[in-house]
């Protein structure tokens, strides 16, 4: 891929609720923008619950104004992938702690 492409990288598992976060390349410490991607992605009780445990790899490009825009969520759940996409596109973070107009990856376990 492009030299812009950078990695989210996580330096620990972010535990929130039934989501964490885990390292793809652990060069830099985002600790509150990986907590805050998991806040977004707690589940309420209308979504059901998982049969097994998915790890799910998420790409997304943080656009020139802030928000999150899904670019991929690697799954074969296609309601999963669809829950992803939902919760995470168009919101704003409010940790400056990534640059716009990059793509990042981050993996996602759920529990």
Known sequence: ????????V??????????????????KSYASTAQELSS????????????????????FLLTLTGDIVVINAKTENEDLSEYIKEKLNYKKLSTNELTPGHRYKFEVNFK
């Open 1 to 8: 891929m492009k030299k812009s492409i950078v990695l989210l």
């Open 40 to 59: 977004f992605l707690v589940p309420s009780a209308s979504v059901g619950t998982l049969e097994n445990e998915e790890v799910v790899t998420v790409e």
């Open 10 to 27: 996580i330096a620990a598992m972010m535990n929130v609720t039934f989501v964490s976060a885990k390292v793809l390349d652990p060069r």
